[in-house]
């Protein structure tokens, strides 16, 4: 059973940076992809970034966060992290760490992000 397990959220105020982990139970090699969601209070959960892991670790990000977020993967320690930098009040939400396989869909239990103005 795989697990993914979230840590480094917390309160920042706007304008600093935070970096958010995310360490998988198992071989991240064995997930196409994996990728960072977030859902602030009475909104729907929203992509932020993505990573491929099969091929070439190629990167998406939500438009929101393009040129402020970065998504990156470490294969041997089976983590995948998100930083966070020029943090805005509206990056407020829960994050939450998803992976997919060709048959599966695993998410971790969030972690908060709270950005002060």
């Known amino acids: 059973q795989v697990q993914l397990v979230e840590s480094g959220g917390g309160l920042v105020q706007a304008g600093g940076s935070l970096r958010l982990s995310c360490a998988a139970s198992?071989?991240?090699?064995?997930?196409?992809?994996m990728a960072w969601y977030r859902q602030a209070p009475g909104k729907r959960r929203e992509l932020v970034a993505r990573?491929?892991?099969?091929?070439?670790?190629?990167?998406n990000y939500a438009d929101s966060v393009k040129g402020r977020f970065t998504i990156s993967r470490d294969n041997a320690k089976n983590w995948v992290y998100l930083q966070m930098n020029s943090l805005k009040p509206e990056d407020t939400a829960v994050y939450y760490c998803n992976a997919v396989t060709h048959t599966n869909d695993y998410w971790g239990q969030g972690t908060q992000v709270t950005v002060s103005s």
């Open positions: 198992g071989s991240i090699r064995s997930f196409n992809v």
């Open positions: 990573i491929s892991i099969i091929s070439g670790g190629s990167t």
